[in-house]
């Protein structure tokens, strides 16, 4: 793979608008519209949401995006997930991961948690969430139950690499 930068992003970036776009696409296409809890570019804005590309640290080119959200001073919610279809299984995911579980530990909070889909869609980020020791919780944070969506969450002083 070659070498990423992680960093803070502006969400109206043309890249990261046409990224966001898709990530839009592909949850509404794999989740009925009661269970779409992906972030619109405004959602992107809230003042509670620190959100960070991935790139190509030659190229510039964007390779994948995500969010914290943080939820109270011990908490932070992982949102807007999403890897370009063209970087998958090259690790971008996983490093995007990594840096957010950083970010939220080196700002004082102990746990992370998460929403996604059940479907098969869904699969290969709920296998990378469960590989950082991500466990299924309760709804948080207004989700609800729902066989379309999952919670999972970490406490971060156990959590696997």
Do not use: Q
Not at 70 to 89: C, I, N, P, Q, Y
Not at 98 to 107: D, K, N, R, Y
Request: aromatic share 6%; hydrophobic share 45%.
């Amino acid at each position: 793979m070659a070498a990423l930068a992680i960093a803070l992003d502006d969400p109206r970036r043309d890249d990261v608008r046409a990224l966001l776009a898709r990530h839009l696409a592909f949850a509404n296409e794999h989740s009925p519209p009661e269970d779409v809890h992906a972030l619109d570019l405004e959602g992107l804005f809230h003042p509670a949401i620190s959100f960070y590309s991935a790139r190509d640290a030659a190229t510039g080119v964007l390779l994948g995006i995500g969010a914290l959200k943080w939820l109270d001073a011990g908490h932070a919610e992982l949102k807007s997930m999403h890897t370009a279809a063209e970087a998958r299984r090259r690790g971008v995911g996983r490093a995007l991961v990594e840096h957010l579980l950083v970010v939220a530990a080196a700002c004082g909070h102990g746990r992370v948690s998460l929403e996604t889909g059940t479907m098969a869609a869904f699969a290969p980020a709920r296998t990378l969430y469960a590989s950082f020791g991500f466990a299924p919780c309760p709804p948080f944070e207004g989700y609800r139950e729902s066989r379309n969506s999952v919670c999972l969450t970490l406490l971060l002083g156990e959590r696997r690499a």
